[in-house]
């Protein structure tokens, strides 16, 4: 899969987060383990991404 398309994965799963939490937080709900497990799964595979991406050579992010 093009490293693009990886990086698009990534900002989608940390927009999810970002919603679910915002959304939690302005009704006040509690957010159970199960699926808090389940965001920080997504924020670490986004991050990882996104370290991956910066940190490839130019020429390789170029061929992607």
Known sequence: MPLERHVQFAQLWLEQVRDRLAEAGATSASLPP???NILSGKVAEGLRIFIEA???PPAHREAG
């Open 54 to 56: 910066t940190h490839e």
């Open 34 to 36: 199960e699926q808090l």
